[in-house]
């Protein structure tokens, strides 16, 4: 079993809808919790970067941590066609697990017109 | 634009061969990760400097090396390289950490794609 899952999708939503994404994951070490998206023949760029449970929120985006759950998740709002790429899940362990991110395999999202 | 830049951006050799990626990481960054993105495994950690020094290891293999160099640039070096090889390889840079602990986010180069034939 990963140490995280992921769906892998693809999720097909009509533009303006509200996404959802999701990860779980089983190693409780984890305390810092990211979201990544990831254009075509791009490199993962960092959307949210939250630390230990709650909420988070940015412009259309909204990250949650449920640590008791071992479940993360991402909300997007007003869905746009530009939102339409790979999603990734990615966490960390605390001070001296070090900086490594162990990373789900990401959602492929796409958002139609 | 993360400010991570790779070179080159594509690269096509054979089995056998031995190629070296380049990193340069954002201004004031210390810290160099480096992975790898296949289709079927993902982003899989390879390995971590921090300022000149190697601070964690993942699943590299014995064939792979890296080293951080004095103004923080960083390669790998992948050698007897073999069909399987054939992937994404991004480097990632961060911060020093703030006071606390408090890990840096992680921000990722475009990759060099890698196709061994």
């Known amino acids: 079993q990963k140490e995280v899952e992921q769906d892998p999708g693809p999720l097909s939503v009509p533009e303006g809808a509200i996404v959802s994404l999701n990860c779980t994951y089983s190693n409780s070490a984890f305390q810092y919790f990211m979201w990544y998206r990831q254009y075509s023949r791009k490199g993962p760029e960092l959307l949210m970067y939250?630390?230990?449970?709650g909420n988070k929120e940015d412009g259309r985006f909204t990250a949650q941590v449920d640590k008791s759950s071992k479940y993360i998740s991402l909300f997007i709002r007003d869905s746009q066609p530009s939102d339409s790429a790979t999603y990734l899940c990615a966490m960390s362990r605390g001070p001296g697990g070090g900086n490594k991110l162990t990373f789900g395999t990401g959602t492929q999202l796409k958002v139609e017109l | 634009d993360s400010g991570v830049t790779q070179t080159p951006k594509h690269l096509i050799t054979a089995t056998g061969q031995r190629v070296t990626l380049r990193c340069s990481p954002r201004s004031g960054d210390l810290s160099v990760y480096w992975y790898q993105q296949s289709l079927d495994q993902g982003l899989q950690f390879l390995i971590q400097y921090y300022n000149g020094e190697e601070r964690a290891k993942g699943n590299i293999l014995e064939r792979f090396s890296a080293q951080q160099f004095p103004d923080l640039h960083s390669e790998l070096n992948l050698s007897s390289l073999e069909l399987g090889d054939s992937a994404l390889y991004f480097c990632?840079?961060?911060?020093?950490?703030?006071?606390?602990?408090?890990?840096?986010?992680?921000?990722f180069g475009n990759g060099t794609r890698l196709t061994v034939t």
């Open positions: 990632a840079s961060s911060a020093p950490a703030t006071g606390g602990g408090y890990n840096s986010p992680l921000h």
């Open positions: 939250t630390y230990s449970s």
